[in-house]
């Protein structure tokens, strides 16, 4: 059955801290990963999008990792400010029947 | 460009009532899509709808209609709401057709609760 794993569910950190988000997914065939923001009270936006071939992808100070291998990914947020917390999203999209594969997400508060 | 629009924001039905979402977007995406989510859980899709003129059953179709108008709205309805419909309701699109190659971009979310 095609799934994904978040954790953990919820985390608090101070701001200026790093942290890591994991997911695993049993998704097969793997097209691609996407790690998504979520506002509350706001839909999802995209934050990275990984295919098969990419280990690692940053934007800002958002870097996502993948290993196909292990059918893992992580997000590490650098430096975090109070405007990262939210609700972090892992998507794996299965290559056939062009399936979306959502987790249940991990939410992240970052406190002063 | 506003992206993605949702109507209404927020609203309560009885159960049996019905009702419909609106969904419109602008950035002239022929994909557009509806799920729902639900708390501890990952969105899940309802029906989507690759080009305008067609429309396709997702994970769970169950107890809902859509209508692709055309190539900017698509609306989700309610016949009889039950109260396992309660849930945060959000549309996307994506350009061009196919569901997982593209970025989808989605609205706002309307929150529906029957009671």
């Known amino acids: 059955k095609n799934q994904v794993e978040q954790s953990p569910q919820s985390l608090i950190i101070l701001e200026g801290k790093n942290c890591t988000l994991q997911?695993?997914?049993?998704?097969?065939?793997?097209?691609?990963l996407r790690w998504y923001k979520q506002d509350t009270g706001r839909g999802p936006v995209s934050l990275t999008i990984?295919?098969?071939?990419?280990n690692t992808k940053s934007n800002g100070r958002y870097t996502a990792t993948l290993d196909a291998d292990t059918k893992q990914s992580s997000l590490h947020i650098t430096a975090s400010q109070l405007s990262d917390s939210a609700s972090y999203i892992c998507?794996?999209?299965?290559?056939?029947?062009?399936?979306?594969?959502f987790g249940a997400g991990t939410i992240l508060r970052v406190k002063s | 460009n506003a992206g993605v629009t949702q109507t209404p924001k927020f609203q309560v039905l009885k159960t049996g009532q019905s009702m419909t979402l609106q969904c419109a977007q602008d950035?002239?995406?022929?994909?557009m899509y509806w799920y729902r989510q639900d708390p501890g859980m990952g969105l899940r899709l309802i029906y989507y709808?690759?080009?305008?003129?067609?429309?396709d059953k997702g994970e769970v179709p169950n107890g809902y209609n859509v209508s692709r108008l055309n190539k900017r709205e698509f609306s989700l309805r309610l016949e009889s709401a039950a109260p396992s419909q309660t849930s945060v309701y959000f549309c996307?699109?994506?350009?061009?057709?196919?569901?997982?190659?593209?970025?989808?971009?989605f609205g706002p979310g309307t929150r529906l609760t029957v009671t």
């Open positions: 950035m002239n995406h022929n994909s």
């Open positions: 990984m295919t098969f071939s990419e």
């Open positions: 709808s690759a080009s305008e003129g067609t429309t």
């Open positions: 996307a699109s994506s350009e061009p057709a196919g569901l997982g190659r593209y970025e989808q971009y």
């Open positions: 997911c695993n997914y049993t998704v097969s065939p793997f097209s691609n």
């Open positions: 998507v794996v999209i299965a290559e056939y029947g062009n399936k979306l594969v």
